[in-house]
């Protein structure tokens, strides 16, 4: 990842085509993880190290766009937005999440039940939830690493703010933008003036919690901060004269980026 962006006062037109572009893209994304899962889940054992790293194994995406549950149809649409008018890819996270309930019921059903019972064991069930959980959180950073940009939509639903703290209770979302700012930056190939380093960033690994009413403390300060009138100045800037990244990252704040060479 090079850069994220705090996204903030944006509206996506409803009668427009931008969300059903989204989730065209991102159905295609869904359905590759499924096959993914498929495999990876054989005779009741879940081939954890393998489905950690190929969870997501085809799946190419200039940006990564993290957003509440709630906002799925915005963030549908700002992925369709983004393929119509810049060709960028977007990732939009919720793509995978009804994945992970998907495999948790394929383990649980075959092998967390209590012997002659039709219940689930309390004990086996913390335990593939737990497993699952910790690998998708892994898989999402890892597909942060990969993507270019990251864009968190901050809306009532996502972020809740008392002063200068700002609060989430997603733990989806709190191990996002905590990947998004732990992670190293990796200046693209077109911006490296000697193509001969070899940049890499560093794969964060974080917690999830448990579903309870939790409060998470996120940290901002780090993402660029951008709103519906930087996406029009983009828009209306952009001649496809250069990489449609570089257009954005022209007019919104620069920043100290720190790229460590292996």
Known sequence: MYKAFNLSAIEIPRDDDYAQIGRGQNDSYAGKVRQ??????????????????????????DVFISHS??????????????????????????????????LLWEIDTECCRNEGRDTFSY??????????????????????????????????????????????????IFSELVTAKSIRRTIPARHRRDPTLNFSAEEVRTKTASALKIHYQVDLTPFADIDADTLNAWNRAY????????????????????VLSE
């Open 239 to 258: 001649d496809g004269s250069e990489h449609a990244l570089d257009a954005l990252y022209a007019i919104t704040p620069k920043d100290e980026i720190e």
């Open 69 to 102: 549950h709630s906002d799925e149809s915005m963030a549908m649409g700002l992925a369709g937005w983004l393929w119509k008018y810049f060709k960028l890819r977007a990732f939009v996270d919720s793509s995978v999440w009804g994945h992970a309930d998907h």
């Open 36 to 61: 993914a899962l498929d495999v990876f889940v054989t005779g009741g054992a879940l081939q954890g190290n393998a489905l950690q790293q190929h969870w997501f194994p085809t799946l190419q995406a």
């Open 123 to 172: 004990e086996k069930r913390n335990g593939s939830t737990s497993h699952v959980h910790m690998m998708l959180s892994t898989a999402l950073g890892m597909m942060i690493d990969r993507t270019e940009c990251l864009i968190f939509l901050n809306t009532p639903q996502s972020i809740t703010s008392k002063g200068v703290v700002s609060k989430t209770q997603s733990p989806w």
